[in-house]
């Protein structure tokens, strides 16, 4: 298993950037899929987005195409969400995972999770 630490969440101002990071232990980052959930309160938590071990495929929510971008460095072990024109709806504890299986978009898929970090868009 990998351990996942997610930053870079905050309190922000509908329509602004935020670029959320997950810094990744071990050696073997780059063999995983990582990807991004989210869960608002009293919701069941939902995909964001997911980047290939390369980096060369991504996936993307409807909710979120063309705002958000996902991203890795796999000789830093972090993946990144850049998250633009954010809204009020996507406030949300943000939460990186990992996963072995593929680039999958389903939550059970993930074996790894960080602790989460929380985004929160006023309007």
């Known amino acids: 298993q990998v351990q996942l630490v997610e930053s870079g969440g905050g309190l922000l101002q509908a329509g602004g950037s935020l670029r959320l990071s997950c810094a990744a232990s071990?050696?073997?980052?780059?063999?995983?899929?990582m990807g991004w959930f989210r869960q608002a309160s009293g919701k069941e938590r939902e995909f964001v987005a997911a980047?290939?071990?390369?980096?060369?495929?991504?996936r993307y929510a409807d909710s979120v195409k063309g705002r958000f971008t996902i991203s890795r460095d796999n000789a830093k072990n972090t993946v990144y969400l850049q998250m633009n024109s954010l809204k009020p709806e996507d406030t949300a504890a943000y939460y990186c995972?990992?996963?072995?299986?593929?680039?999958?978009?389903?939550?059970?898929?993930?074996?790894?999770w960080g602790q989460g970090t929380q985004v929160t868009v006023s309007s």
């Open positions: 995972a990992a996963s072995s299986v593929g680039l999958a978009t389903t939550a059970s898929y993930f074996g790894s």
């Open positions: 980047i290939s071990w390369s980096g060369d495929t991504t």
């Open positions: 071990g050696r073997t980052f780059s063999s995983y899929v």
